[in-house]
């Protein structure tokens, strides 16, 4: 099966997408793999499969490689005498913004490109923690009480110490700070202003118990991954997540029992339908007193989750034969015509 991965962009996070494609890489031997690296100027490349390492993006080799132009239905490599076109399945492997702000599933649907990833309207509520609350709100999923704060307006924090300060629009752990009391929160906020100029505030649960849980739609079903509860000092930092981007190697089961699992998927199928058809999402949620609150959705999750799938080749050729009609409005200029045949002209 042809299947392209988009990756890079501009964003933070673009040295993650840049581990996180090579990692799939490795991951589908049973695909026929196209790669297309986004720079941070938004030039599109095709990258050699043979030629996919770190060095040769830290180092701007991609610069010597073919640029692609996107067009309806794909990519097309442009020579004097002839052009070559990529098209097909397209798999938005752009963690942080542009990948997950909705901006690449926008560019993706004006030019009816077929894709694994989040839509805009699920883009828009998985990216941005503050939506991510609203709408866990509105599909009846619990999340820890919060307060947001802005850039431009520094309020006092009413949520007792200790607490974890997080961008708004940001993921991968950066910018994320755990204050213990009040005289360590300006430097905190500091950290998390550069990085967003909006950020949430939580009450920070020491010991919490957390899993993850991933799936996709097909068919009609949720198909559900293991769930797994990572392993953790005193919160997921970013060198820890950073490193997920590169696992490959399946993780064990959480030990939980049978009730735990089905709330915990109860409410993933809250969060996902009617959403997120066509992508491969992970919830990360807490366990306090028996009742689970989601803490994030990761919209497009580092290596796409793989090491959470007893099979992910075959999960993601289910997706890919499962995504969602792009239906464009047909124009047909009937109203204009009837109104200049009324007129006479």
């Known amino acids: 099966m042809k299947l392209t991965i988009l990756f890079g962009?501009?964003?933070?996070?673009?040295?993650?997408?840049?581990?996180?494609?090579?990692?799939l890489k490795e991951k589908l031997s049973e695909f026929e793999l196209n790669f297309i690296f986004c720079d941070q100027d938004h030039k599109f490349y095709l990258i050699d499969p043979s030629k996919m390492k770190a060095k040769i993006f830290s180092k701007g080799e991609y610069k010597k490689m073919p640029q692609l132009t996107i067009y309806t239905?794909?990519?097309?490599?442009?020579?004097?005498?002839?052009?070559?076109?990529y098209c097909g399945v397209f798999l938005n492997l752009i963690h942080?913004?542009?990948?997950?702000?909705?901006?690449?599933?926008?560019?993706?649907?004006?030019?009816?490109?077929?894709?694994?990833g989040p839509r805009v309207d699920a883009s828009v509520f998985s990216y941005d923690k503050r939506y991510t609350k609203y709408l866990a709100l509105?599909?009846?999923?619990?999340?820890?009480?919060?307060?947001?704060?802005?850039?431009?307006?520094?309020?006092?924090?009413?949520?007792?110490?200790?607490?974890?300060?997080?961008?708004?629009?940001?993921?991968?752990?950066?910018?994320?700070?755990?204050?213990?009391?009040?005289?360590?929160l300006d430097y905190a906020l500091d950290c998390a202003f550069e990085y967003d100029d909006s950020v949430i505030i939580e009450s920070f649960i020491e010991g919490v118990k957390e899993y993850n849980l991933a799936g996709f739609m097909a068919n009609g079903k949720i198909n559900y991954s293991i769930v797994e509860e990572p392993?953790?000092?005193?919160?997921?930092?970013?060198?820890k997540k950073y490193m997920d981007f590169s696992r490959s190697s399946q993780v064990s089961k959480a030990d939980i029992s049978d009730e735990l699992e089905l709330k915990l998927k109860q409410n993933f199928e809250k969060i996902y339908k009617n959403l997120f058809e066509g992508s491969l999402i992970r919830c990360d949620f807490f366990v306090i007193n028996d009742e689970v609150f989601l803490n994030e959705i990761n919209p497009i999750p580092g290596s796409m989750a793989n090491y959470l799938f007893e099979d992910f080749q075959t999960s993601l050729k289910l997706l890919s034969n499962s995504l969602p009609d792009n239906k464009r409005v047909r124009i047909s200029y009937e109203y204009i015509d009837s109104i200049s045949q009324a007129k006479g002209k």
């Open 9 to 23: 962009g501009a964003s933070f996070e673009h040295e993650i997408s840049i581990v996180s494609a090579i990692t």
């Open 138 to 184: 509105a599909r009846g999923v619990k999340t820890l009480m919060h307060e947001e704060m802005s850039s431009s307006v520094h309020e006092r924090v009413n949520i007792l110490y200790p607490v974890i300060i997080k961008p708004s629009r940001l993921g991968s752990s950066i910018g994320v700070s755990i204050v213990k009391e009040e005289s360590e």
């Open 96 to 116: 942080g913004g542009d990948g997950e702000d909705g901006s690449i599933a926008a560019l993706f649907d004006f030019f009816s490109i077929e894709y694994i």
């Open 73 to 85: 239905g794909g990519f097309t490599q442009k020579s004097v005498f002839s052009s070559k076109e």
């Open 231 to 239: 392993q953790k000092n005193e919160f997921l930092d970013f060198d």
